[in-house]
């Protein structure tokens, strides 16, 4: 079964500063937290894909009702609630399992080593329809 975790810049549990605000040793350290468990899914199987992605000051949008020339326009905006910040696509036996890989990225750690206790979201990525139906 495939899960995708999904990591929104927003607030987080702990309450910690956001991360350009971090010491560059605790950003290091964040770094080789989230390298070294993507090395230990990929060895046991499981990490399809992670990703960071670019800031939302990079966002565009496109809108297009196929004629003409598409809509592209700037987004999204800090003031939205949900901004994807990354990702990760893992294959694994059951959603339990998805779910404690994302508590484990929940806890990855921020400034002086303390867990951040980031809001994680699990989703199952489901096959498309069969079209024939």
């Known amino acids: ?11 987080v549990e702990s309450g910690c500063a956001p991360m350009p605000q971090w010491s560059p040793a605790d950003i290091k350290a964040h770094i080789a937290f989230q390298h070294a468990l993507n090395a230990e899914l990929a060895a046991s199987g499981e990490l399809i894909d992670a990703q960071g992605l670019a800031g939302p000051e990079q966002a ?3 809108v297009w009702d196929g004629a003409g020339a598409p809509v592209v326009t700037d987004g999204a905006y800090a003031e939205s609630k949900e901004l994807l910040a990354g990702y990760r696509l893992v294959d694994v036996e059951s959603a339990q399992r998805a779910i404690e890989i994302a508590a484990r990225v929940s806890a990855a750690p921020g400034p002086d080593g303390a867990a951040i206790r980031q809001p994680i979201e699990v989703r199952e990525v489901l096959s498309a329809p069969d079209p024939e139906l």
Request: aromatic content about 22%.
């Open 1 to 11: 079964m495939r899960y995708m975790l999904l990591q929104n810049y927003a607030e």
């Open 60 to 62: 565009k949008y496109v």
